[in-house]
């Protein structure tokens, strides 16, 4: 069983920046693809970002290319999300995510075998 816990979330005003972590712990949580999801109220659930074990490999979405870069601390067994210029429309709950599946397959499929509670962020005009 992998646990993950984000935090970092807060308020930010637009063209601002935020740094998310989340961290994993459990069994054999180092070997895993890490990843972010997103939800905003009465919306679906949106992939992010996903890095793979070594931290070599990174897939993101669409949406986020060229503004938020994910990273990973192994030693820390820490993943991280790293935002900048943000928009209104980054406004939403982001989820931590762990599977043992590449990168591009956790960013097409939006799927995750363990999930974090969740750290709400907020941008605003």
């Known amino acids: 069983q992998v646990q993950l816990v984000e935090s970092g979330g807060g308020s930010v005003q637009a063209g601002g920046s935020l740094r998310l972590s989340c961290a994993a712990s459990g069994y054999n949580s180092r070997g895993y693809t890490m990843g972010w999801f997103r939800q905003a109220p009465g919306k679906e659930r949106a992939f992010v970002a996903a890095?793979?074990?070594?931290?070599?490999?990174?897939y993101y979405g669409d949406p986020v290319k060229g503004r938020f870069t994910i990273s990973r601390d192994n030693a820390k067994n820490t993943v991280y999300l790293q935002m900048n210029s943000l928009k209104l429309e980054d406004t939403a709950i982001y989820y931590c995510?762990?599977?043992?599946?590449?990168?591009?397959?956790?960013?097409?499929?939006?799927?995750?075998?363990?999930w974090g509670q969740g750290t709400q962020v907020i941008v605003s005009s």
């Open positions: 890095i793979n074990f070594s931290g070599y490999v990174t």
């Open positions: 995510a762990a599977a043992w599946i590449t990168p591009q397959t956790m960013g097409t499929t939006n799927q995750g075998d363990y």
